[in-house]
């Protein structure tokens, strides 16, 4: 099965050049009225253990369940935190998002649409059947398949040329260098073997841009890369605000890049139950199996959580929570309206 065509005809299309200015939701609430919802957030869901740690990587198994905190980065570069927003914690599948933004910028859209695919499987997130069921296509991004094959397209002429390209370009995102968790790498290389698999397979249909071993290894250390909190708000206010770091002011990918960051995201951020995600929360995000989410709301900022304990496809419950609470009280869901007034 190929990729399906695109929705539009190219020609219809408008050049960004020519596009206008970004369309934004707004910004964001006061400082005083954004700090005092994450204070209460905290305090609502703080005591909540539901959920489990994810066991299957060792490194993981041993951390606190009981670390919760929130980050709120603002599009204009306005930070605010509560609880444990400092703590680091390894990046995992919330690289995806961001690796795919830089594919996306040194590629093109419709290249990534065509080598990745932006479709949903609604399987689990390192399902090989969806690959199977979808004639070798990875489907998206956001499931360990189309994540593989995005880390395979990286540009560079050597396994090391690739990995610095995406530790470079993440740290642009967070706007300071990220290093590496090297027991994490060491845990998840050594319990890798069903991406491996996955490797194999996407390169037995010709969808793999290198060596599988090489891919699998690139993104285990994407992976691993350690941040917090603050960092994926960081990050999330860099999608939010046309690909400019809030903190650092470079321009780290273009505003096509994020529109396609995005729409995959909504699409997909949170695996099976993106559509559960997109109808109770109202925006973009993606989740990691430490515990982290970062959601976007374009033209506002970032929201990065980090609580360890998951639900049975991979997210953190409180962070799943406290988003769904700051979506409503600091009005955050791309789809709220009012009625207009106007005569």
């Known amino acids: 099965m190929s990729s399906p065509p695109p929705l ?7 050049p960004d050049e020519q596009a206008g200015a970004a369309v934004s ?16 957030g905290f305090e609502r869901y703080r005591t909540d253990d539901s959920g489990v740690i994810a066991n299957y990587i060792p490194a993981l198994a041993g951390v606190d369940p009981d670390l919760f905190g929130i980050a709120v980065v603002a599009a204009g570069g306005a930070v605010h935190t509560v609880g444990d927003a400092a703590a680091l914690f390894s990046i995992q599948s919330i690289s995806k998002a961001f690796v795919f933004a830089l594919v996306d910028e040194a590629l093109g859209h419709e290249t990534v649409r ?6 949903n499987t609604g399987l689990p997130f390192n399902s090989m059947l969806a690959i199977e069921l979808n004639a070798g296509s990875p489907s998206n991004p956001m499931v360990n398949a189309g994540a593989l094959v995005a880390t395979s397209l990286v540009p560079g002429q050597s396994v090391d040329a690739r990995w610095q390209f995406i530790r470079d370009g993440l740290s642009r995102f967070a706007g300071r260098p990220l290093e590496i968790d090297d027991g994490v790498y060491s ?4 319990n890798n073997q069903r991406n491996q698999a ?8 010709g969808r793999l841009n290198g060596d599988p071993a090489e891919t699998t290894d690139v993104y285990t250390r994407q992976c691993s890369l350690l941040v917090s909190a603050t960092d994926l708000a960081v990050m999330g206010a860099t999608l939010a605000d046309g690909g400019v770091n809030p903190l650092t002011g470079e321009q780290v990918v273009s505003p096509r890049a994020c529109r396609d960051t995005l729409a995959v995201l909504a699409a997909s951020g949170l695996y099976e139950r993106s559509g559960d995600w997109l109808y109770e929360i109202g925006m973009p995000g993606k989740s990691g199996v430490s515990g982290g989410i970062v959601t976007v709301s374009p033209g506002k900022g970032g929201l990065g959580t980090f ?10 419950v409180r962070g799943q929570r406290v988003a769904h609470y700051l979506s409503g009280a600091l009005g955050l869901n791309l789809f709220g309206s009012a009625p207009t007034t106007d005569a």
Do not use: F, K
């Open 8 to 14: 539009h005809d190219r020609r219809d299309t408008v």
């Open 25 to 40: 939701t707004g910004r964001l609430p006061s400082p005083e009225i954004v700090m005092a919802a994450l204070e209460r």
């Open 114 to 119: 065509q080598r990745v695919g932006v479709n």
């Open 187 to 190: 845990s998840e290389s050594a």
């Open 198 to 205: 996955m490797a194999w397979m996407l390169d037995s249909y």
């Open 307 to 316: 609580s360890p304990r998951l639900d049975a496809a991979g997210n953190s």
